[in-house]
């Protein structure tokens, strides 16, 4: 009694051995793991082996892929190397099944169809064994096992329960290695979509810009040699169209600079030593509009970010709401902060003209915005913030009313001390 109560005590603490070193096992030891787990579970149920074997469905193989052999014992992996599923295909059925296989007597394979297992396991001294599928989402894709050469053997339930344990964390650790295979080429792959980005946006940077240029060159031509054309509506147009031309392409460079170099540069920065330094950059224009900045935020916020990027990303959104200003009453812009999940939200609030947006042609932080001041020209900057923002993992809102003002809401990720 007592002796058992040791060996089911001595089972449970191999069984959560097992379990617990594959978890979250680093990939490149899984190899040692392996060999390491092939032992400790072959000797403690007396088996001569243990190993592990891969399916190939497609080529209709099966693969050893690890071995345990007791001291004595021969080793078998290098005979069972993409070897035809025909001739354990009596293991094939049952591991499909989602079976176990026991063979406590090879003499008990009598059965036609067995006759070229049993011709297998008499080749590598086989008197007993028992095997249990590893199983991938309904996919078969291999087995593990134990065998016994040098005296037949009844394997029992503890047996299976150590190999089913094992078989299923074997398959966690494959999934992992999948993910993590598949990650590195989702990776590799846009890494490489990113410097043809980058490579793309300078030829077409450099070409358009040419043409561009070569637009402006003629025209300045033509204005030197025939002075009174520059009154004509269409030469004013042709010249308009070619400085827009220079600034969007100019703009595309940028947004594509932006969002494949800000990977791995982000850093913990205090939000309230940026804002503080973007409020200076554009106090002349908010002195000259006589608009009055209001800083509420509290210097215990702290985020990820870049910090030229979020230099640049408050000093177009300030300077969006000094621009829109109403001259109809006394201007404020106004900047507070909340916290929802992991995002720090800045807002940034004035009482300017506000933005229709239902009557929006097209989302005001796209290339073409819309939305016009009195000169009649559009608002571009702000392209490229929303840009900055999502290079450093976060996003930007708006809320605004007509004749009553905009809030712009800047969410950004929370480090909290």
């Known amino acids: ?67 345990w052999c007791a001291p004595g014992i021969s080793s078998e992996k290098d005979n069972l190397q993409n070897i035809p599923i025909d001739r354990i295909r009596v293991l094939a059925r049952r591991h499909a099944q989602g079976q176990p296989f026991y063979l406590n007597n090879i003499s008990s394979l009598v059965k036609p169809e067995e006759k070229e297992l049993k011709n297998t ?34 394997y029992t339930e503890s047996e299976l329960a150590i190999l089913t344990i094992f078989a299923n964390m074997l398959v966690n650790v494959k999934k992992r290695i999948q993910k993590e295979s598949k990650l590195h080429s989702l990776l590799q792959i846009s890494g490489d979509q990113n410097d043809r980005l980058k490579n793309f946006a300078h030829i077409l940077s450099y070409n358009v810009r040419s043409h561009a240029s070569n637009i402006s060159m003629i025209l300045d031509l033509i204005y030197n040699e025939y ?4 009154e004509l509506e269409l030469i004013e147009l042709l010249s308009n169209s070619a400085d827009n031309l220079s600034g969007t392409i100019g ?52 985020v990820y970010g870049i910090s030229s990027y979020l230099e640049n990303i408050f000093n ?57 001041e009195s000169s009649g020209k ?10 900055q923002v999502e290079a450093i993992g976060g996003r930007i809102e708006v809320e605004s009313t007509i004749d009553k003002g905009s809030t712009f809401k800047i969410f950004l990720r929370y480090e909290e001390n």
């Open 1 to 67: 009694m007592e002796r058992d109560k040791a060996r089911q005590t001595a089972l449970q603490q191999l069984l959560i051995k097992i379990a617990s070193t594959y978890i979250n096992i680093d990939l490149d030891k899984v190899d040692s793991a392996i060999d390491e787990s092939l032992k400790e579970m072959a000797e403690f149920v007396g088996a001569d082996r243990a190993y592990i074997f891969e399916y190939n469905i497609e080529s209709d193989q099966s693969t050893n892929t690890y071995e």
């Open 121 to 154: 396991l008499t080749n590598q001294g086989v008197q007993s064994m028992i095997t249990v599928p590893m199983i991938n989402e309904d996919q078969l894709i291999g087995f593990v096992g134990f065998e016994s050469v040098n005296h037949k053997k009844t």
């Open 227 to 230: 002075p009174e054309l520059a």
């Open 251 to 302: 703009q595309l460079n940028e947004v594509v600079q932006i969002n494949t170099s800000a990977k791995g540069r982000l850093e913990v920065l205090n939000l309230n030593e940026i804002i503080e330094r973007a409020i200076d950059n554009i106090s002349p224009a908010a002195s000259k509009k006589q608009v009055r900045i209001i800083n509420m935020i509290m210097d215990r916020f702290e």
């Open 316 to 372: 177009s959104i300030l300077l969006n709401a000094i621009k829109y200003c109403s001259d109809e009453r006394d201007s404020f812009v106004k900047l507070y902060c909340l916290v929802q999940g992991k995002y720090v939200v800045l807002c940034v609030e004035d009482n300017g003209i506000g933005i229709d947006l239902d009557k929006q042609e097209f989302d005001i932080f796209g290339i073409s915005t819309s939305f016009k």
């Open 378 to 387: 559009g608002n571009t900057d702000l392209f490229i913030t929303k840009n």
